[in-house]
């Protein structure tokens, strides 16, 4: 079964998300999965992979927080790459959003509805175009 619109839209956001939850304050992984999760239904694993590429790809850096409640927390914040890669995404998502309005919300006249029955107007009309 293909995957739904909402789910690709999903998947292209994600980067784009967590580095705008970054930018407004440092954080764990986990407090990013579960923000992700009430705001656009994503699931906790997925954070983690998206994690250690976005610190391979540079965009992130980790430091340790000591808890009282268990074992040292670690949080993420953005680099520089990171800041100008929000920058990026930020007006390539506006764009993208622009244009699918534009497209949805054209006033452009509706398509004709396509004759598909073999009635005597489309067996003519078919017969017409030949």
Known sequence: MPETIEIQLKKGALTLCVLALLNRHDSYAYEIASTLSEAIDMGEGTIYPLMRR???????????????????RKYYRLTDAGRRALEAQTSEWRAFVTAVEGVMNADAEPAPPVAVANTPAATAERGAEQ
Request: net charge negative; aromatic share 6%; proline share 5%.
């Open 54 to 72: 976005m610190q391979s790809d540079g965009q992130v850096e980790t430091y340790l927080v000591e808890s009282s409640s268990g074992p040292s």
